[in-house]
C-alpha cells in the first residue's frame, strides 16, 4: 500500500521514520513488515525548519483490513501500478524491416532501447563520434579553442544532456510512467539509485558517460546497431512516404519507418528538411545570458543555518519576472555548483551552457537568465520558418566578436550591466567558462528587448534571494539554444503531417526540453514505430 505526505525533521533517525509510519497507519509494529521508499523532497520555505515529505510503499500483515479502515484518507491507498508495458511483444525475425533512428540523444538512445527491446533490432545513425571520443572533442574547445562541427557538445552520443547537469525531472504529465521507465533503465545502466526516489534527481557528466556506453551495448546485444560518424545529408519522398536516407558518405538506407531524434542544434538537417518539404513551423523559444555567484551564497539565501547539509547538497533556485515591455525573464537550467562550458557547434560563434557533476561541489552556481521571444521577433518569420536559425546565428556571431574572435565569451559583472557601462575587469566572482571570458558590454549582444528585461528583473530576483543582484555576480553570453526555434509538425500517430514514415521527436523536432521529457517523448515515439510497423505486417 502507499502512504503519501508524511513529513518529519530533517535530521531524523530511520527509527523515527518507522515510528512515524506506525502512529499514521495505528497499528502496532509486529504489523509493519517493511517499507521503502518512492519519493522524497523537502520544503525549505522556512529555512530555520526544512522538513522531509516522503512518499512510502508499505507491507502490511493485513492490508486489505487497513485500507478498509483508513478507507477515506486520501493519503492511504493501494500502490499504483508504476512498471512499464510494451504496447507490443510481437515476435520479429531476420527478415523484417528494421526502423531506422537518427540521433543518439536521450530521446534517440530510449528510441532505440525500446524498439530493441521489443524486438525490432533499429538501425541508429549518429552524426557525431562515441561518447568518449567525443569527450576528447569537446575539451579541445574548451582547452585549446578548436572546434570540431560533427563532434562537440551538442553532436555525438549522448546528445547536448551528457555535458549538463543530468536533471532528470520535468513537468510533463506521465500516467503511463513511461518516466519511471526511463529512471529504472538509467539505474540499470549505472545511475545512483537514488534518482528513483528524490525529488530532483540528477546524475552529472562523468557518470552520464558510462551510462550511455552501457544502454549502447544492451541495444546492440538486443541486435540493434548503431554507427557513429554517420550524418543523414538527405532525405527520399516519394508521393508523401519515406523511402530511404542518403548519407553524408553518399550510402543509401532503405527506409519506411525513420525516428527523428538530432536535437535543437541540427540546423543543417533542418534546412534539408524544409527543402524536401516536410511540414515545419517557426515556434518560440528564449535568449540570454549565464548567471554565476558563489554556491555558497545561494545555499544561505535558501537553506539559512541548513546551509553545507550534506542530506540537502547544493541549493539551487527557479526564478521568473513578468517585465513591463511585456516580456517574462526566467532562470532556466539552474547547475548548483557547476561550470560554464562552450556549447557552439558552428565556427565562428559562441553559445553558453551549464553543467555539473554528480557531486555538485565546484564554488559557482549557475543559470540561464533568459527572455522569451517568438515568431514575431525574427526578421523574415512571415514566409521562412527557419527564421528562428538565422536570429540565433546573428547574436551567436555578435558574441564571439565580443568575446575577442577566438570561442571566449563576453562577461560583464551585474553591477556594471545595470548601470549600463562595459566591464573592463573581472570582480570577485572568478568565471568557470574556458577557454575565457572577456570583459565587455554585453548589450553588444543581445536585442535591445532582452537587455532591458534583464536589467528589469535583475533586481526583482535580488528581492526574491539576497545577493543575487550583487555587483560582482558575472553574466555570460550568450545562451540561445533554451529549445529548439523549429517544431516539425506531428500527427496523432506521432508522425510528420505531410511525411508518412517520419517520426519527428524530443527537443529538436518542438517536443521536449531537457533530457527526462526528451527520452519520454522518444519512448512515445517508438511506441507508434512499433504499431505502425506491427499494424503494416499484420
Sequence with gaps: MRLTELKLPLDHTEAELRGAILKRLGIAADELVGHSIFRRSYDARKPSAIVFIYT?????????????RLRGDRHVGPTPDTSYHFVTN???????PRPVVIGTGPCGLFAGLILAQMGFRPLILERGKAVR???????GLWRKGQLNPESNVQFGEGGAGTFSDGKLYSQIKDPQYRGRKVLTEFVKAGAPAEILYVAKPHIGTFKLVGMVENMRAEIEALGGEIRFGSRVEDIEIEQGRVRGLRLADGEFIAASHVVLAVGHSARDTFEMLHARGVHIEAKPFSIGVRIEHPQSLIDRARLGRNAGNPLLGAADYKLVHHCANGRSAYSFCMCPGGTLVAATSEPGRVVTNGMSQYSRNERNANSALVVGVTPADYPGSETDPLAGIAFQRHWESLAFEAGG???????????????????TTLGSVVPSYTPGVQPTDLARCLPDYVVAALRESLPAFGREIAGFAMEDALLTGVETRTSSPIRITRDDEFQSLNTRGLFPAGEGAGYAGGILSAAVDGIKVAEAVALSMTARQD
Excluded at 574572435?405 to 566591464?423: E, H, I, M, T
Design 405 to 423: 574572435g577566438n570561442y571566449n565569451a563576453p562577461a560583464q559583472r551585474v553591477g556594471d550591466f545595470l548601470a549600463g557601462r562595459p566591464s
Design 56 to 68: 512510502l510503499d508499505i507491507e502490511v500483515r493485513n492490508e486489505a483490513a487497513l485500507l478498509a
Design 90 to 96: 510481437a515476435p520479429r525475425t531476420a527478415e523484417s
Design 133 to 139: 571520443e567525443r569527450t576528447q572533442d569537446t575539451w
